[in-house]
């Protein structure tokens, strides 16, 4: 499966993004979805993931409430909602893709198939 993260922007602390993963090549609800950011001079980090068919999600702690993913197979479409920005969000997002089977959710390890990712830049 390839992989392509967009709707990346500026915009002020308090606002909302939604960022899109299109998915092309096999069945995409063959695969769970994860989102990961890396900010600079920071590692990678998980932000959300939900599984293969949507049934199950997974937060990180500082993104709880305020983000929300979502996926439309029928589209072979992942979203991330992005809402209450905040200027330690602004980071590199990218969205990942793992085959059904063992599924570590929020490991970076855990994922077989990687997108480019988008810029979220918040200012405050």
């Known amino acids: 499966v390839q992989l392509q993260a967009s709707g990346g922007g500026l915009v002020q602390a308090g606002g909302s993004l939604r960022l899109s993963c299109a998915a092309s090549g096999r069945t995409f609800s063959s695969y769970a979805v994860g989102w990961f950011r890396q900010a600079p001079g920071k590692e990678r980090e998980f932000v959300a993931a939900i599984s293969w068919t949507g049934a199950s999600t997974y937060y990180a702690d500082s993104v709880k409430g305020r983000f929300t993913i979502s996926r439309d197979n029928a589209k072979n479409m992942a979203y991330l909602q992005m809402n209450s920005l905040k200027p330690e969000d602004t980071a590199v997002y990218c969205c990942?893709?793992?085959?059904?089977?063992?599924?570590?959710?929020?490991?970076?390890?855990?994922?077989?198939?990687w997108g480019q990712g988008t810029l979220v830049t918040v200012s405050s």
């Open positions: 990942a893709a793992k085959i059904q089977g063992t599924w570590y959710a929020y490991s970076q390890y855990g994922y077989d198939y």
